[in-house]
């Protein structure tokens, strides 16, 4: 077994094949409301 990656299988990628996708940004930080109202729910 070789080390390096097979350069034919490389060669032949069909890259117009690829669906174009929509970048999403996700925004996984808690707002500060949201926090408070968690501890104030917590006390």
Do not use: V
Not at 8 to 27: C, G, P, V
């Amino acid at each position: 077994m070789s080390d390096k990656p097979d350069m034919a299988e490389i060669e032949k990628f069909d890259k117009l094949k690829l669906k174009k996708m929509e970048m999403q940004e996700k925004n996984s930080l808690r707002s500060k409301e949201t926090i408070e109202q968690k501890q104030a729910g917590e006390s």
